[in-house]
């Protein structure tokens, strides 16, 4: 058996990026198709091979951590790397977002009535299902820091229920927003107001949905006991995630929530 | 009513794991000797039959769905005929 003189992770040939681009183009062009022949197939293929291609994908990374080793210190400074860039990309899409959301409301036109909110809308009480949502957000923050220094303690049972309790709490906070788009007297058809909130908060409910979800399968991975005390960094990346999606919550509810209200 | 329902949620599910927990025994010493194997098996494939079966029907729809991708751009293409 060959073996490396140097502590970098030399991959075995995968077949996943070729079958996530493949997903890619299936679900764009599958839009398309959509759109203009009124016929799902496409869509639902690339969908579902985007489905595929991420569970094997990440599988193989956790084989090649947990069960082989690979993810030395150097390796995982760059994992480390991987995810802050990833944020970061993150953080520049909501700036879009919220750079929209300013660029209507500090100047509103004549033809939403020169007001903000435009005239004719009711914006949400931000100090009632917004407040507890904040809340719930920030008791989850609490709850996954828990999470970690259990973690870093050894404290399997610990782990587990403060982990459990952050997922919890994501499905509360996603429950509630659901609740909330429900019962909202303004839709995204509602002119630039609707278009601005919907847009912005619906995007930050599918990385609440998409954080609880990397959060979930930290859970199975700290049942199955792939975490130690030193070296869990599957979780430190989700706990990231889960402390961006907070913050962006927090912009949200004090620029459209609040000030936007 | 609905916000109280809401509310209560927390409460509700406060209910610990502990059962599945104490069963759970730790199965990765037994996962690390089928993936350190000296099989020459990349690691997609090394977890056994299902790996394969998945890979399969992975590639299977990546082939296929290529294939639509480019039926439908061919009809996209086509001029609409006059009926």
Known sequence: MAHQAHAYHMVDPSPWPLTGAIAALLMTSGLAIWFHFHSTMLMTLGLVLTLLTMYQWWRDIIREGTFQGHHTPPVQKGLRYGMILFITSEVFFFLGFFWAFYHSSLAPTPELGGCWPPTGIIPLDPFEVPLLNTAVLLASGVTVTWAHHSIMEGERKQTIQSLALTILLGFYFTALQAMEYYEAPFTIADGVYGSTFFVATGFHGLHVIIGSTFLAVCLLRQIQYHFTSEHHFGFEAAAWYWHFVDVVWLFLYVSIYWWGS | ?83
């Open chain 2, 1 to 83: 009513m609905k916000l109280w329902l809401f509310q209560s949620v927390p409460r509700l599910a406060s209910r610990a794991f502990n059962t599945t927990v104490r069963q759970m025994k730790n199965k990765v010493p037994d996962r690390q000797k089928v993936f350190l194997e000296d099989n020459g098996l990349p690691v997609h494939i090394k977890g056994g039959s299902t790996d394969a079966l998945l890979y399969r029907l992975t590639m299977t729809i990546t082939i296929a769905g290529t294939g639509f991708s480019c039926y439908w751009l061919l009809v996209a293409c086509m001029p609409k005929s006059k009926a």
